[in-house]
Every structure is written in C-alpha cells, then in structure tokens.
C-alpha cells in the first residue's frame, strides 16, 4: 500500500494544453511538496503546500487537506515542461512518503 | 545559488565491491538524506542524518551504511555492491524545522 498515490503515471499533451496532475495521500500531513526530476535525475522542488494554493509562473499548485488530495497545474505547456513530477508529503511523524511520478511529455 | 553535490553522475562498479557515494552540501544544513530512485517504485529514504556523527535507518537500509563526520558531508558506503542495488542515488539536505529539500543532481550506479 502506497501512502501518496499519483495519477496519471504517464501524460502526454500538445503543446499549449492545460495540464493536470493529481496527488492523493493517506496519512496527517503538516507538507505536501511538488518536485520535478528532468532526465538526467536531478531534483527540483517546485511547491511547498500546508493550505490552499501557491501559483509561480504557469505553474499552480492546490491541496485540499480534508479531501486529502493536491493537484498541480501547468497552464500553456511547453516542450520544456517534459519531465517526472513527484509528490512528496511530510506526514505529522516527521516521515517522507514519496508518489512514484508523473512523467509528462510535452509534444511541440 | 544553494547546492548538494553529489560527486559522480555515473558509477558503475563490480559486484562484490565496496562503494563510496559522497554527497555535499553548503548551506549549513543539519539533515542530510540518502534515497534510490527505481521504477514504479519512487523514492525510497536509505538512511538519514540529523547531525554530525548522527544516522538512522529509513524504508530500506539494508547493504548500506552511513558515514557522516562533517556537517557538510554524507556518504553512503555500499559494503558489497550487488546486482540488486543498480539504481538512481539521491542525496537531500534541509534545514531542521524547515519543511524544504534541496535535492543532488543524482548518481547512476550500475552493478555488474
């Protein structure tokens, strides 16, 4: 049993598409972290979420803390948006449970 | 520009052998955080540090063990590299009491 779930585990989308990524998680959490892994492996943290919705760029991130459920958003995708998009939560016993990705492709 | 460093990018390495992966970071962070990356499975924590000289054990530390004698260094020691443990190292570090990850650009260690 995976205590964060992703969906979808694969995307691809034409460019300028409105794209949505889907997290839900099954533990208490004090954060929820959105991370993007471009080939080559390294690791970028895009979002730290406790409550409601960040915005930076295109990029928007929302949690839902009593639905258990976070999305993140890509408005007019891009080619250089391809890459894993994972997340993570910080559950309240100070654990990390990791999403296995979302690997998006963004087809120009 | 805040970095962790991890020193390879790609390892590959017979099985048997005992394998150093170091990782570095310079912003003074107290919690250091060694995962392996495969597919379908995501990140799993090996093992931890809090502090200098500090270590616990994550989801999967088994054929692993840690070293942390600086703050700003963490390596984790492969004692007899196997087969099984071919994967995508990643090395983190954050704050304590901070909730964000400053990840490594990663380590692909193959074991032949």
């Known amino acids: 049993k995976n205590e964060v779930e992703q969906s979808p585990q694969n995307l691809t989308a034409q460019e300028g598409e409105f794209i949505t990524i889907n997290c839900s998680y099954s533990?208490?959490?004090?954060?929820l972290h959105w991370l993007q892994q471009h080939p080559g492996g390294g690791i970028v943290s895009l979002f730290m979420l406790s409550s409601g919705k960040k915005k930076h760029g295109r990029l928007i991130a929302t949690i839902n803390i009593q639905e258990k459920h976070s999305s993140l958003h890509i408005t007019a995708s891009h080619p250089r948006d391809s890459a894993v998009y994972i997340c993570a939560v910080r559950s309240t016993g100070n654990q990390f449970y990791f999403g296995t990705g979302t690997s998006l492709t963004v087809i120009p | 520009d805040v970095k962790v460093t991890q020193s390879s990018r790609y390892l590959v390495k017979r099985t048997g052998e005992k394998v150093f992966l170091e990782c570095v970071q310079d912003m003074d962070h107290e919690n250091m955080f060694w995962y392996r990356q495969d597919p379908g499975l995501g990140l799993r924590l090996i093992y931890f540090?809090?502090?200098?000289?500090?270590?616990e054990k994550g989801d999967i530390p088994e054929g692993y063990s840690v070293s942390r004698e600086k703050k700003e260094r963490f390596s984790l020691i492969l004692e007899s590299a196997s087969t099984n443990q071919t994967s995508m190292y990643l090395c983190?570090?954050?704050?304590?009491?901070?909730?964000?990850?400053?990840f490594g650009s990663g380590t692909r260690l193959t074991v032949v």
């Open positions: 540090s809090y502090d200098v000289k500090m270590k």
């Open positions: 533990v208490g959490i004090s954060a």
């Open positions: 983190a570090s954050s704050l304590v009491g901070s909730y964000g990850y400053t």
